[in-house]
């Protein structure tokens, strides 16, 4: 299984980092893809790396073994190490210090691990169980692995397949296999989101909506979030049967209960499609000065059809989306603590910081200062 780089495993080769570290580094974009080979790098001071696009793994070399670390935050890399990356399916892209000579930096290289090789037809790629603060906003991927996010306290929104979820304690969500998501909690949350595939099943009657959990779902749940705490040489074998377990427990559950979700009309396929692009777009031009004429130009429709569509299937107007958006950014720029209010609202595109406290308080109740004495308490 791919461990997460906040596994404390990972102390031992390097440590994440804040975000704004890397958006405050010169960076350049490096593309990935498959083939049958890794190259290696080993550098003589620590290089910071970050992924750029779809799932990527990190790889690192020691004598005999290999560490596999899913790559979605900046990393800091130790001096000395052997590492490498690779796309789980396909390609990807990760970006590193413009600096970097990475041709200078080659340490040899080694056969592409085939991630979805072993234990067909399931394969659990990443499980991560994470507790994050109010004003915790996830800016958004997509990938081929399906991904099952838990929470297990508090609220948070989903931004998924068009619409906005609302996942409450102790509700699950099925987010489908190459569907573009974002979540946000203005609340103190905790939750496990883990992702994988089964070859001949997408449960995709059980995507799109929050399932509430009958008390054998939460155990399958938790004796999954307990097993990563643990180093047993059949941990990977466990968490696999116990997923396949509440999996086919969940659309039994469907099943009897008649609630199999139909397939939406075509015409609404493409509707959700224009939704889920827009709100890519916004995510990609969320620094800066971003407008709703400019994200319909983006998604070849009218502001007017753009405008019927966010409010069908998101309830709010697009204007008010690009803003929600933007203030979940600011509130996380905030929570982190390494920009001033003057500097945020520069870089979030705002005329002047009157304008950028006024919009702030009317979305949070408080100044940005005031929210970011609060979180840094």
């Known amino acids: 299984m791919i461990r997460s780089t906040t596994d404390p495993s990972f102390l031992r080769w390097g440590i994440t980092v804040s975000p704004q570290t890397a958006e405050n580094t010169d960076m350049k974009e490096l593309s990935l893809s498959s083939g049958e080979t890794v190259q290696l790098y080993c550098f003589d001071r620590p290089t910071l790396w970050e992924h750029s696009g779809d799932m990527t793994v990190l790889l690192i070399a020691e004598e005999g073994c290999v560490h596999h670390f899913y790559l979605d935050r ?30 200078e930096a080659v340490a040899g290289s080694m056969p592409t691990p085939d991630f979805t090789a072993a234990l067909q037809p399931m394969r659990i790629f990443t499980c991560m169980s994470q507790k994050a603060e109010g ?57 496990l989101t883990l992702s994988f595939f089964w070859e ?98 983006e998604v070849n429709v009218s502001p007017t059809h753009l405008s019927n569509l966010f409010q069908r299937y998101l309830g709010v107007s697009p204007a008010k989306y690009i803003t929600r958006i933007r203030i979940e950014e600011c509130k996380a720029l905030l929570t982190d603590g390494e920009m001033s209010v003057g500097e945020i ?20 109740g408080s100044s940005p200062a005031e929210f970011a004495r609060e979180k840094q308490a």
Not at 154 to 162: D, S, V
Not at 240 to 258: E, M, N, V, Y
Not at 345 to 364: D, E, N, V
């Open 74 to 103: 900046a990393v800091q890399l130790s001096a000395g190490i052997r590492f490498g990356f690779a796309p789980l399916q396909g390609a990807s892209r990760i970006a590193c210090e413009t600096a970097l000579l990475c041709e």
């Open 135 to 191: 004003g915790f906003y996830f800016r958004g991927e997509q990938h081929l692995p399906m991904e099952l996010v838990w929470l297990k306290k508090g609220t948070m929104h989903n931004y998924c397949g068009g619409e906005d979820i609302l996942l409450r304690s102790r509700e699950l969500l099925l987010i489908p296999s190459g569907q573009w998501h974002i979540q946000y909690a203005d609340e103190t949350v905790q939750f």
């Open 200 to 297: 001949g099943r997408d449960f995709r009657d059980l995507t799109g909506t929050a399932l509430k959990l009958s008390n054998e779902a939460e155990r399958y749940l938790i004796s999954l979030e307990q097993e990563l705490l643990h180093e047993r040489t059949d941990k990977d074998e466990f968490m696999h049967a116990t997923l396949k377990l509440l999996l086919l427990h969940l659309q039994r559950q469907s099943d009897s209960a008649g609630t199999l979700r139909r397939p939406s009309p075509s015409s609404e396929q493409v509707q959700r499609r224009i939704i889920e692009k827009a709100m890519q777009a916004v995510s990609a031009h969320i620094r800066g000065r971003y407008a709703v004429p400019e994200l319909a130009a």
């Open 345 to 364: 609202a520069s870089l979030m595109g705002y005329s002047s910081i009157p304008h950028f406290c006024k919009q702030f308080r009317q979305w949070t």
